[in-house]
C-alpha cells in the first residue's frame, strides 16, 4: 500500500474520531430531518478543508482523484459512522448522481447540477421506484410518462422512497418515452412537484427521508433531458454498477464498528466463570464475522479494480452487493447479541446500526433479484457451453 494512501486512512480516522463520531451522541432517541440537515452541514464544512473531500472524483472537480482501489479504503473508514459518508460528500444519493451526471451530463447540466453538489451546496435525489402497479423489482413496470408536443416535454409520474427528496435541489427523474426510458433533470422546487409525504421507515439517518412525490404534469424542453431520450435504463446502470460498490464499502465500515464494539464487550464481560470471549460459542460469533469481513473486502477490492480498469462490473457488482448486504446484517445482528442488553441500548450505536443496514438487502436492488439475474447470465453462459 502507497504511503500516501496510509496517511490519508490515519488522517481520516483521525477526523472520524475527532469531528465525525463525538457528533453521534447528538442523534439518540427522536431526531428529525431538520437535525441531520444541520449537522450535515456542519460537518460538511469540516470535510471540505480536511483535505479528504471527494476522494475517487478526479481533482478537476474538487477530488483528490484516487483510482477505486484506493478509494474504497477511505469509503469504508468513512462508514465507520452513518454522519462520516456525509461529511466528506460520498454519501447515497448524491454520490451516485454526482458519477452519473460527470459521465453523462452536458456542459450546461454540469455547471448547473454538478458542480453545486461537487462544492457541497446542494443534494440531490434519484426517483426510479413508483408505487403498485408501477417499477419497483421489474423496471419494465415503469409508470411514469413524457410525451413530447411541439418541443415540450409533458411528464406525469408517482415515485415514493426516494431517498433524500426532502430538502433536495434537483432529481433525476426516469419515465417512459416514445424512445424507451430517459432520465430528466429537474428543479425540486418546480410548483408542479408535490411531496406527499416523508415515509416513517426502519431507518431514521438519510437526509431528506424517503418520500413519496407527484409530479403531475410538468413541462420540460430538451434541455432538463440527461443525455439521450431513451437511453436511461442504460444510464441507471453506469449509475448502479459503482453506487452499488459503494454501499457495500460503506456499510462494510459501520459492520467493522460493530464488531469492535461486540469484541469490546466480550473481552471484559464474563460469564459462568469466564470472559465472554473465552465462550467457544462467542468466538464462532466473532470468528464468522472477521470471514466475512475480509471476503467483503476481497470481493469489493476486485470490483474496485475492474472499475479502475474500465471494465463493466454489473455482474460483481450483483454477486457483492447480495454477499455484503447479507454479511452487513449478519455481523451487526452477532455484535448486538454479543452485547446483550448493552447491543439493544442506544448507549452504543449499534442498535441503531441494526435499523439502519437492514433496507440495504431490498434497495439497490433486492437480494432475490440480483440472484436471479446472477443465475440467468449463468444459464446463459452454460447454455452456450453446451451448444
Ligand atoms: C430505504 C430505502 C431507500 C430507497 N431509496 C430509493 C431511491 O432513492 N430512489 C428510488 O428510485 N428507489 C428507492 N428505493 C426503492 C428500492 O429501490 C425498491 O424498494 C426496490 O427496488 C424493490 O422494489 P419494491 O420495494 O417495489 O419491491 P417489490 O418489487 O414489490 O418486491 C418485493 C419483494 O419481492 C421479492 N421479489 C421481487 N422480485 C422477485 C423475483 N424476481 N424473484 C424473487 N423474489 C422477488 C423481493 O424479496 C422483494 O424485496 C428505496 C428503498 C428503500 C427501502
Same mark, same amino acid.
Given at each position: 500500500?502507497?504511503?500516501?494512501?496510509?496517511?490519508?486512512?490515519?488522517?481520516?480516522?483521525?477526523?472520524?474520531?475527532?469531528?465525525?463520531?463525538?457528533?453521534?451522541?447528538?442523534?439518540?432517541?427522536?431526531?428529525?430531518?431538520?437535525?441531520?440537515?444541520?449537522?450535515?452541514? &456542519?460537518?460538511?464544512?469540516?470535510?471540505?478543508?480536511?483535505?479528504?473531500?471527494? =476522494?475517487?472524483?478526479?481533482?478537476?472537480?474538487?477530488?483528490?482523484?484516487?483510482?477505486?482501489?484506493?478509494?474504497?479504503?477511505?469509503?469504508? *473508514?468513512?462508514?465507520?459512522?452513518?454522519?462520516?459518508?456525509?461529511?466528506?460528500?460520498?454519501?447515497?444519493?448524491? &454520490?451516485?448522481?454526482?458519477?452519473?451526471?460527470?459521465?453523462?451530463?452536458?456542459?450546461?447540466?454540469?455547471?448547473?447540477?454538478?458542480? =453545486?453538489?461537487?462544492?457541497?451546496?446542494? /443534494?440531490?435525489?434519484? +426517483?426510479?421506484? *413508483?408505487?403498485?402497479?408501477?417499477?419497483? +423489482?421489474?423496471?419494465?413496470?415503469?409508470?411514469?410518462?413524457?410525451?413530447?408536443?411541439?418541443?415540450?416535454?409533458?411528464?406525469?409520474?408517482?415515485?415514493?422512497?426516494?431517498?433524500?427528496?426532502?430538502?433536495?435541489?434537483?432529481?433525476?427523474?426516469?419515465?417512459?418515452?416514445?424512445?424507451?426510458?430517459?432520465?430528466?433533470?429537474? =428543479?425540486?422546487?418546480?410548483?408542479?412537484?408535490?411531496?406527499?409525504?416523508?415515509?416513517?421507515?426502519?431507518?431514521?439517518?438519510?437526509?431528506?427521508?424517503?418520500? &413519496?412525490?407527484?409530479?403531475?404534469?410538468?413541462?420540460?424542453?430538451?434541455?432538463?433531458?440527461?443525455?439521450?431520450?431513451?437511453?436511461?435504463?442504460?444510464?441507471?446502470?453506469?449509475?448502479?454498477?459503482?453506487?452499488?460498490?459503494?454501499?457495500?464499502?460503506?456499510?462494510?465500515?459501520?459492520?467493522?464498528?460493530?464488531?469492535?464494539?461486540?469484541?469490546?464487550?466480550?473481552?471484559?464481560?464474563?460469564?459462568?466463570?469466564?470472559?465472554?470471549?473465552?465462550?467457544?460459542?462467542?468466538?464462532?460469533?466473532?470468528?464468522?464475522?472477521?470471514?466475512?469481513?475480509?471476503?467483503?473486502?476481497?470481493?469489493?477490492?476486485?470490483?474496485?479494480?475492474?472499475?479502475?480498469?474500465? *471494465? /463493466?462490473?454489473?455482474?460483481?457488482?450483483?454477486?457483492?452487493?447480495?454477499?455484503?448486504? *447479507?454479511?452487513?446484517?449478519?455481523?451487526?445482528?452477532?455484535?448486538?447479541?454479543?452485547?446483550?442488553?448493552?447491543?439493544?441500548?442506544?448507549?452504543? =450505536?449499534? +442498535?441503531?446500526?441494526?435499523?439502519?443496514?437492514?433496507?440495504?438487502?431490498?434497495?439497490?436492488?433486492?437480494?432475490?433479484?440480483?440472484?436471479? +439475474?446472477?443465475?440467468?447470465?449463468?444459464?446463459?453462459?452454460?447454455?452456450?457451453?453446451?451448444?
Amino acid at each position: 500500500m502507497n504511503t500516501d494512501l496510509i496517511a490519508l486512512q490515519a488522517q481520516l480516522r483521525d477526523f472520524m474520531n475527532t469531528k465525525v463520531i463525538p457528533r453521534e451522541s447528538e442523534f439518540v432517541g427522536h431526531f428529525g430531518l431538520e437535525k441531520i440537515e444541520t449537522v450535515r452541514s &456542519e460537518l460538511q464544512a469540516e470535510g471540505r478543508k480536511s483535505g479528504l473531500w471527494l =476522494p475517487h472524483l478526479p481533482k478537476e472537480l474538487g477530488g483528490l482523484g484516487l483510482p477505486w482501489v484506493d478509494a474504497y479504503k477511505l469509503f469504508i *473508514e468513512a462508514g465507520r459512522s452513518m454522519l462520516g459518508p456525509q461529511a466528506i460528500n460520498i454519501a447515497a444519493p448524491d &454520490e451516485g448522481n454526482m458519477h452519473l451526471l460527470h459521465v453523462v451530463a452536458n456542459e450546461a447540466q454540469k455547471e448547473r447540477w454538478l458542480m =453545486p453538489l461537487v462544492r457541497g451546496e446542494i /443534494r440531490s435525489c434519484f +426517483s426510479m421506484t *413508483e408505487p403498485p402497479p408501477g417499477a419497483g +423489482s421489474d423496471p419494465s413496470m415503469l409508470q411514469a410518462s413524457a410525451v413530447k408536443e411541439n418541443g415540450v416535454w409533458k411528464l406525469e409520474a408517482k415515485k415514493w422512497f426516494i431517498s433524500g427528496a426532502w430538502g433536495a435541489a434537483v432529481t433525476l427523474i426516469l419515465a417512459k418515452t416514445i424512445e424507451g426510458a430517459t432520465i430528466f433533470l429537474i =428543479p425540486m422546487n418546480h410548483p408542479k412537484i408535490h411531496l406527499k409525504r416523508v415515509i416513517p421507515t426502519l431507518d431514521h439517518f438519510s437526509p431528506g427521508g424517503h418520500c &413519496e412525490l407527484d409530479f403531475d404534469g410538468l413541462e420540460l424542453t430538451d434541455d432538463d433531458v440527461l443525455g439521450e431520450p431513451g437511453k436511461g435504463f442504460d444510464y441507471a446502470q453506469i449509475r448502479l454498477d459503482p453506487a452499488r460498490l459503494t454501499h457495500c464499502m460503506r456499510w462494510l465500515g459501520v459492520a467493522m464498528r460493530s464488531l469492535e464494539y461486540a469484541e469490546g464487550y466480550a473481552l471484559s464481560r464474563s460469564s459462568f466463570g469466564k470472559k465472554l470471549s473465552d465462550q467457544q460459542m462467542v468466538q464462532q460469533m466473532i470468528a464468522d464475522s472477521h470471514i466475512e469481513i475480509f471476503a467483503s473486502q476481497t470481493m469489493i477490492e476486485h470490483a474496485c479494480g475492474m472499475l479502475d480498469r474500465g *471494465e /463493466r462490473v454489473r455482474h460483481q457488482a450483483s454477486m457483492t452487493k447480495v454477499f455484503v448486504s *447479507e454479511a452487513v446484517n449478519k455481523i451487526i445482528d452477532r455484535s448486538l447479541q454479543i452485547m446483550g442488553s448493552t447491543g439493544i441500548s442506544e448507549d452504543y =450505536p449499534v +442498535s441503531s446500526f441494526y435499523k439502519e443496514a437492514r433496507p440495504f438487502r431490498i434497495y439497490d436492488g433486492a437480494n432475490e433479484v440480483h440472484r436471479m +439475474s446472477i443465475a440467468r447470465r449463468a444459464f446463459r453462459r452454460a447454455a452456450e457451453r453446451h451448444t
